[in-house]
């Protein structure tokens, strides 16, 4: 054991005899390839702590609703003012992986997962070629800019593309959208880690932080994870949500071409015109081939 793990291990140790003290239930220790974990629990519901240990350092992350009293109320007495949410102080780091998702607002289309690994050269070509949060191109541009990125990143990204049929049979099962995200993240993830080193990934919080984390299997957990709205900002996640936007205009543009329809993005009364073309022309089963029926619009069509 070096220096830096046995620092991890100690201030864990330490971390987890305060909170025992405090009568705050905490599981056992567990040790993983690059930190140190501990469960901690009160009632239903669970934080995580884990202590990281590598080049870089000692780092520590609590995990889990930070809405919650009990995130709070631990948050405060193992670290009083200090938040470990890497907020603007957060540096990017020189490699790892960035996820992105699109299509969870729109009615019509698929949920598409991206993600990008860059080293600290690709960043710098990636940043140089406009990459930039997908919200702020247009499709054109989304196109020019995607190709660019493949060039750059060569084999290092995935995309996962879940059809509206194949989540729609995922919600009626799960009954929740993030859980769905939670898995295309933690899928996209693994994939990646399956041809590369990285020890750090950024991806776009879209909800509880464990829905990820729950979702990854052994490569993934390895990893130190880090979840912020508006994730956008740092350049591989930058490079996701176009690849994953891409996806989705792909999608749209042969959808149109076939249906002789113009689909609309995002939920509106354009779309719900749409819908009602759908249905006048190829039935109300053809919705579940091309939208996400748990949304309103289909109950306001039937």
Known sequence: MN??????LKLIEEYKKRLIEKSVSV???????????????????????LVYFGKSGVKTVLQGNKETVLYREINDFLFGERLFEFREEFTEPKSYIGTDESGKGDYFGPLVIAGVFADEKNIKLLKAKGVKDSKELSDRSIKLIAEEIKKIVQDNFEIILITPKKYNELHS??????????????????????????????????GDESLIRNSLQEKGRSILLHQFTKAEKYTAVAAASIL?????????????RMLKI???????????????????????????????LHFRTTAKLM
Not at 3 to 8: H, P
Not at 30 to 45: L, Q, V
Not at 189 to 197: G, I, M, T, Y
Not at 268 to 273: I, R
């Open 173 to 206: 099962k799960v009954k929740n959208v993030n859980k769905i995200l939670g898995w295309g993240h933690a899928k996209v993830l693994e994939n990646l880690l399956l041809r590369n080193e990285a020890k750090e990934a950024i991806s776009d919080k879209f």
């Open 244 to 256: 994953a936007r891409e996806k989705m205009v792909e999608w749209f543009d042969i959808q149109n």
């Open 262 to 292: 113009e689909l609309p993005k995002g939920a509106s009364n354009a779309v719900n015109e749409a819908a009602k073309q759908i249905i006048k022309i190829y039935g109300t089963s053809k919705l579940g081939e091309i939208a996400k």
């Open 27 to 49: 599981s056992e220790l567990e040790k993983k390839k690059y930190n140190y974990e501990a469960n901690i629990y009160k009632g239903k519901e669970k934080l995580i702590l």
């Open 3 to 8: 220096s830096i793990e046995n620092a991890a």
